[in-house]
């Protein structure tokens, strides 16, 4: 059974930084590209980074560059968001995803095909 855990978010003032970690289990880990997404109520979810197997590769949505870093260790079967500089628009749920590698390296939410559950990211004006 696959499972990928998130845990770090919490509440933070504007300007702060917090580090997201995702846990994945279940799965060979170095086989899958892995995401983050982040989503507001009633909104739909929207694509933050992405990180390839080898973390060779990585890629971020405009609002997030210069600020936000993906990274994963693969001996811990864990990806991590460190995010700086957080703005009140950085409030969200943040999930990570895994897409297996063969569907190939992007960042649309429909090829991730295993999610976690979330975790909330509170920035305080």
């Known amino acids: 059974q696959v499972q990928l855990v998130e845990s770090g978010g919490g509440v933070v003032q504007a300007g702060g930084s917090l580090r997201l970690s995702c846990a994945a289990s279940?799965?060979?880990?170095?086989?899958?590209?892995m995401g983050w997404f982040r989503q507001a109520p009633g909104k739909e979810r929207e694509f933050v980074a992405t990180?390839?197997?080898?973390?060779?590769?990585?890629l971020y949505t405009d609002p997030v560059k210069g600020r936000f870093t993906i990274s994963r260790d693969n001996a811990k079967n864990t990806v991590y968001l460190q995010m700086n500089s957080l703005k009140p628009e950085d409030t969200d749920v943040y999930f990570c995803a895994a897409a297996y590698y063969r569907i190939g390296f992007q960042s649309s939410s429909e090829k991730f095909y295993f999610w976690g559950q979330g975790t909330q990211v509170t920035v305080s004006s």
């Open positions: 279940g799965l060979i880990f170095s086989n899958y590209h």
């Open positions: 990180i390839s197997v080898g973390g060779t590769n990585v």
